[in-house]
Every structure is written in structure tokens, then in C-alpha cells.
């Protein structure tokens, strides 16, 4: 069964104080992993898509890594505007269709000045 | 180009009654998903429309429904309301194919009471 986790839960940094957050995931067939960013109440914002093993992508402060098992979301200097649920997600067969998502439980991130 | 829209943004309803969401899609892309967010989970999938045809289908009743129209723009119909249906719902536009990223809406907030 495909399935994502997500870990920690909830993350509070400092301001500059840099971090990462992890993905593990167990999917038949790894289409791709995608990251994406969510404030309260609004649909996720996508961040990355990744589809293979050892392939990094970088946007401003956050970097995605991936490996045949996780994947990382590194967060370098942090500031208070990056506070955000981060959800990964991995493509599925699941239900029968061609590439629809299976979520983890996200992890919240909090910032402080 | 027109990111994902939803409407209505909010709606409030009571147990038993009926409801339809609508979602048009991103420029350029025709397979439209559906997602069910309840407060501090993952997004789930409900169930994926490509050219005008259910593609797949999560754990989910069929009191849960959709349509897709030639523009693949979507709705969601959801049935006798219950109170555990009260949660964020998403939609999330892509091109078909294996891999590609799904691109969300802002979501309709729907509580049941």
C-alpha cells in the first residue's frame, strides 16, 4: 500500500536557525514527489517536483533532495514569512487512476523573529 | 494564464442536504482531481475526471459525485450530508500524463451542522 509520512509534526525555529524536514514514503513505482506549501485555510501551493533518486531542486531559502526511500525539505535561514504547513505527497495508482496523490500528515512550521 | 478557481469559497449546510462545488481549471489543462482536507490531515482523494470521464476513485461513498464539462471545468456533488463531511475541499488541475503536477485551487470551506 503507498503510503507517505511525514515527520517532525510540527517544527519551531528562530529566525536564521536553518532545518529540514522529512518525507519517507513506500510506493510501488515512484512517478514522482512533489512538495508543496499551505497557510491556513488555503489549497497548497506547489514547490517541487522531484522523479528521481539523487536529484536536488533549490527555490530562494528551500532546497528539495530526494533518495529511493525520502526525501528532504531543507530550509536554510528561515524567516518569519516561511511559516507554513509543508506537505509531501507522492504520485499513486491508487483507486484505479493514473496519477492521483497520496498526502502525508504535513508538518508545520513556525517561524519566530 | 488563470490559476485553479473554486466556488463558492465558504458554505454552510445541515445534515441531510445537498450540495455542489465547482472548480474551473488551470489554461491548457484537462484532468481535473478532487481532494477532501479534513483540519490538521493530509489532503485524500476523492476521485479523478479526465475528458469528461471518472478516472479512478478513492474510499469514498457514492453519495459523493462529479461531473467534468467539455471546458474541464468540474463539480463536486456530495448527498446527505453528514457532519463528517464538514472539511476543505480541494481541487487540483493537471495535463494528463504520468507524473505531472497537480496545481490546487483555493479550496471551498464546507461545514455541516
Known amino acids: 500500500e503507498d503510503q507517505v509520512t511525514q515527520s517532525p509534526e510540527a517544527l519551531r525555529l528562530q529566525e536564521g536557525e536553518s532545518s529540514s524536514l522529512n518525507c519517507s514514503y513506500t510506493v510501488s513505482g515512484l512517478r514522482g514527489l512533489f512538495w508543496y506549501r499551505q497557510d491556513p485555510g488555503k489549497g497548497p501551493e506547489f514547490l517541487f517536483t522531484?522523479?528521481?533518486a539523487g536529484e536536488e531542486k533549490e527555490k530562494e531559502r528551500l532546497k528539495a533532495t530526494l533518495t529511493k526511500k525520502e526525501s528532504f525539505l531543507h530550509i536554510t535561514a528561515p524567516k518569519p514569512e516561511d511559516s507554513a504547513t509543508y506537505l509531501c505527497?507522492?504520485?499513486?495508482?491508487?483507486?484505479?487512476?493514473?496519477?492521483?496523490?497520496?498526502f502525508g500528515k504535513g508538518t508545520k512550521l513556525s517561524v519566530k523573529p | 494564464e488563470t490559476g485553479v478557481t473554486q466556488s463558492p469559497t465558504h458554505l454552510i449546510k445541515t445534515r441531510g442536504q445537498q450540495v455542489t462545488l465547482r472548480c474551473s481549471s488551470q489554461?491548457?489543462?484537462?484532468?481535473v482531481s478532487w481532494y477532501q482536507q479534513a483540519l490538521g490531515q493530509g489532503p485524500q482523494f476523492i476521485f479523478q475526471?479526465?475528458?469528461?470521464?471518472?478516472?479512478g476513485r478513492g474510499n469514498f461513498p457514492p453519495r459523493f459525485s462529479g461531473l467534468q464539462f467539455p471546458n474541464y471545468s468540474s463539480e463536486l456533488n456530495v448527498n446527505a450530508l453528514e457532519l463528517d463531511d464538514s472539511a476543505l475541499y480541494l481541487c487540483?488541475?493537471?495535463?494528463?500524463?504520468?507524473?505531472?503536477?497537480?496545481?490546487f485551487g483555493p479550496g471551498t470551506r464546507l461545514t455541516v451542522l
Open positions: 522531484l522523479y528521481s
Open positions: 489554461s491548457g489543462h484537462n484532468t
Open positions: 487540483a488541475s493537471s495535463s494528463r500524463g504520468s507524473g505531472d503536477t497537480q496545481y
Open positions: 475526471y479526465y475528458r469528461e470521464e471518472e478516472n
Open positions: 505527497a507522492v504520485h499513486s495508482d491508487y483507486g484505479g487512476s493514473q496519477g492521483n496523490l497520496i
